[in-house]
């Protein structure tokens, strides 16, 4: 409904204008030492005339729609603030980021709280390098751990498969540890993003509110592919577990037939 209007108000204006530069054109082309029996210049009066029916244009034609386009221009601009970037709702949502800002400064100070537990020195060292959130400290886990736990049993101390599954549980045991080492420091990172990311709302201009959207989104779409990683590598040591549990069931049931075979052999040298 706007543009047409526009349009016809435009084309009022465009006829006004042309009529004027034709009483111009008009004007200068009246020969100029004409003059009537009174003694006035007739120029004048088609002058006055024509000045005369320009400000009637002015003032009927031109006036009201320029009036009609100053009011179309409000009602957008009341459309604008009201409607679709209303002012009370932007200050509502910077307030909102302020407060949240303060939340994070909490939150970040929560997340940094001392848990640190262990007394001896061994299992210190491990902990310190697990509690560190520095992928740094990854390839300390290894030395740290062996140091507490031990390595791998020596062939002449232990069946190879026991020391295959002994070797596999440590693996999996340092392994899940530097992951959450891993999973430490994103998670840092993830919260320094999501504090810059409030203090842009907290001065962003309404247009710029669906860049903001798609940045925080990236951001989302990246901390789930941290969970999922998390996720993989509980299932990974669950997995560990389970099948230690069945290693263990084996191994039981290998004893028990290698004792049942070696009661009946010595059953039988006794009957002899």
């Known amino acids: 409904m706007e543009r047409p209007s526009l349009t016809r108000i435009s084309k009022l204006i465009g006829n006004a204008l ?3 530069l034709a009483v111009a054109v008009l004007v200068m082309i009246v020969p100029t030492k004409a003059r009537s029996q009174l003694g006035l210049d007739p120029c004048c009066a088609i002058i006055s ?3 005369s029916t320009v400000s ?5 034609v031109v006036a009201k729609p320029l009036s009609a386009i100053q009011q179309l221009e409000q009602q957008l601009a ?4 009201q409607v679709v970037f209303p002012v009370t709702a932007i200050n509502q949502a910077r307030n909102l980021a302020v407060q949240s800002q303060t939340q994070f400064a909490q939150m970040r100070q929560f997340f940094q709280l001392p848990v640190s537990s262990a007394t001896l020195p ?16 990854v ?20 069946p190879q498969p026991v020391r295959d599954l002994v070797d596999m549980t440590d693996a999996e045991a340092q392994a899940a540890m530097k992951k959450s080492l891993e999973i430490d420091a994103l998670a840092d990172l993830e919260l320094q993003a999501a504090e810059q990311i409030n203090q842009q709302l907290q001065t962003a201009a309404p247009g710029s509110a669906a860049i903001l959207e798609a940045q925080t989104s990236a951001w989302l ?4 592919a941290y969970t999922q990683s998390a996720m993989a590598e509980l299932v990974r040591v669950r997995s560990i577990e389970l099948a230690n549990q069945g290693a263990q069931m084996k191994f039981s049931s290998t004893h028990a037939t290698t004792l049942h075979s070696t009661g009946g052999q010595l059953l039988q040298q006794g009957a002899h």
Do not use: H, K
């Open 56 to 60: 009637n244009l002015l003032s009927s």
């Open 18 to 20: 042309a009529f004027v």
């Open 221 to 224: 779409v990246r901390a789930n």
């Open 122 to 137: 061994t299992p210190q060292r491990l902990e310190e390098s697990l509690l560190s959130r520095n992928p740094g400290a």
């Open 139 to 158: 390839p300390q886990i290894t030395s740290n751990y062996a140091s507490l736990y031990g390595t791998v049993m020596a062939p002449t101390d232990a």
């Open 78 to 81: 009341n459309f604008e603030q």
């Open 49 to 51: 005339a024509g000045l």
